[in-house]
């Protein structure tokens, strides 16, 4: 088996005193879509925000491409090729659209763009519109196309979206579905958070169901049974 | 709209270059004066309005430059502006990079707690020592000279001279800075300013932009306090002190924050108003409570001018905007 492009072992979280991530592990592939399940408050974006080096575990290792980062800062990780769409967004609202993209642009590190300023505003043509607003003054549906496609400026390797479509209007979810969509089929791998369960697991090649803190479901999307869905996320 | 701004800049400079041959000798020093002001407080907006770090310790550099101008000149006679500036200016990035790399591991409050005290320290380490003369401070007899192969390039001892020898360097200043925050390492402070994980998420390494910043911003403050230690011959403490420090930033605040010009237009209105405000001639015996009617100017500056007066032209822009 090809060396994982990230893999997390044993991870042990703490906010202070709460004890939020009780010894996960987690494995992404080259290419491979995978989909973090679970109810509000179950550990995805303490995962998440553990594997990146915004909070630092107590236990466990994280490894990117066998590297280990589990101490590393934040930038230092991120520079590994890993690009992160937070929840909530997380546009510059002073900066303009231009400048919002440009101040990601990054090759990757295999020296390629393949995602250029040109091929940004191609795959988002609403921000080609607006590319001298100021990114407060973007409807939410445009502001998470900004995030994504900031975040694809740096030329990632791994993409994580976290509620990406979280608030926005059934059309403009559409929309950033098919995006998404377009970007895991161009090779990059993506973990995908979602309430869209339908969605993330016509998309994922595996699914990940978190409860309290640990990984009660890892496995390909199709053995994802309606019983584990039910029990666990409550549809 | 770029070159209309940039055909208004030189109007500006072009009347500033004007003003020493109509003006009186005092009015033209008093101008010099705010100039270098100006400079102060631009440096102070690089931390306070672009990358979110309210210092309350500013003059920490404003000072030291000055002292290291004072300690370097010999006792009669100039010291030569080639040597001493080049070495103020080191003392001040040293300094800011000594206390930077401890002091930017805050912020917010502590921040402003942190650079006020380190500031203080060096209040009374040339309060107190004899290194700087006590509280009677040190008196520069001479202006530093601008010698080239023997011959004096600039009579700075003249105030026209000195007045746009400081006019062309406020220029530079604003130059220099309004190409660094077009480029790249400005919108970087941008966002550090607003929110600073999410740079970090986006690789950038906002520990040394911070240092970065800084360091320059130390820098020019220590331009600022060269320049007024060479205006008045003489230094002491108080251009270290929390006071000094914390005019400067009325001055950013007043002028509005995040704006090159607005601060500028800070340090303007100021001292203009210092000045106007405590004439004697003009206001009798309340001319001694001058603080009292500039405290009330300027929270009425917060209360109906929330980005400062550099606002005002923003707000009519916004209205038009909105209205097609």
Redesign the interface.
Known sequence: MSEPLLEARGIHSYYGASHILHGVDFRIDRGETIGLMGRNGMGKTTLIRSL?G?LRPRAGSVKVRGLDVTQA???RI??LGL??V?EGR?I????TVR?NL???A?AGLDGRCDWTYERILDTFPRLAERLANGGGELSGGEQQMLTIG?ALM?NPQLLILDEATEGLAPLIARDIWTIIRGIRDSGIATVIVDKNYGAVIGLADRCMVMVKGRAVFDDVAEKLSGDVVQKYLGV | MKSKTSVLLLIVLLLFALFPFVGEKFYVQLVAKVMIMAIFAMSLDLLVGYSGLVSLGHAAFFGLAGYVLARLAPQYEAASLWTSLPLALAACAAFALLTGLLVLRTSGVYFIMVTLAFAQMLFFVFHDTPLGGGSDGIYLYAKPELMLGGTSLLNLEDHRVFYWFVLGLVAAVYLLLQRLLDANFGRALIGIKSNEHRMRALGYDTFRYKLGIYMLSGMLAGLAGYLAAMQYGFVNPDILGWHTSGSVLVMVILGGMGTLHGAALGAFVFILLQEVLSNQAWFGPVAKHWQLAMGLFIIAVALFLPRGLAGLSGQRKLREETHG
């Open positions: 990146l915004h800062a934040p930038y991120a520079r690009a992160y937070p997380g510059f609202p002073n900066l400048e440009i101040m990601a990054r900031r740096t």
